[in-house]
């Protein structure tokens, strides 16, 4: 992954170790520009007054947790709302993924995480971006990962076009 110097990144993990790894990793790949915030609430504060381009956070952190920071990021007004955000968890059990992704996660991420795998969700996030999909109890990423256009079946939404959001 080249050109990533452009980059302005957000970490956001309780865990100082775990920043220092997130952002290690992210610098060795040639970021530049990162940004740290020991929890959720620090986070959404940095967010909402300097928009980034990505961000990291953990799922679970004293003050402000990563699903209440990921819900509140998607009320931001304006583009910021469209900000990537991974989540990382030591708990990447279905209850925790469904709770991330129903409040408009872009990328799941379980510790211990790998360098390899830092980059290969950061990759995902800025070269196969999802459009962004608003109704009236969801507004996120589209979270279906693959789409089939010969599906006609009865669970295909009849709405398709009508409430996606490209960015």
Do not use: C, W
Request: glycine share 8%; hydrophobic share 45%.
């Amino acid at each position: 992954m080249s050109g990533l110097g452009a980059l302005s990144i957000l970490i956001i993990d309780d865990n100082a170790q775990m920043r220092t790894i997130i952002g290690a990793v992210l610098g060795g790949a040639g970021v530049r520009r990162l940004h740290y915030a020991p929890n959720g609430q620090v986070g959404l504060a940095r967010l909402a007054a300097d928009p980034v381009d990505v961000v990291f956070v953990d799922y679970e952190m004293p003050v402000m947790n990563g699903l209440d920071f990921l819900a509140a990021a998607r009320r931001l007004p304006g583009d910021t709302r469209f900000t990537p955000v991974i989540m990382l968890t030591g708990h990447s059990d279905l209850y925790r993924l469904n709770a991330a992704r129903d409040r408009g996660v872009t990328e799941f991420l379980a510790k211990p995480v790998t360098a390899l795998n830092i980059l290969r969700r950061l990759e995902a996030v800025i070269f196969r971006p999802r459009p962004f999909i608003q109704t009236d109890s969801y507004f996120g990423p589209d979270r279906r990962r693959r789409s089939d256009p010969a599906y006609r079946g009865p669970l295909r939404r009849r709405a398709d076009q009508a409430a996606t959001i490209e960015i």
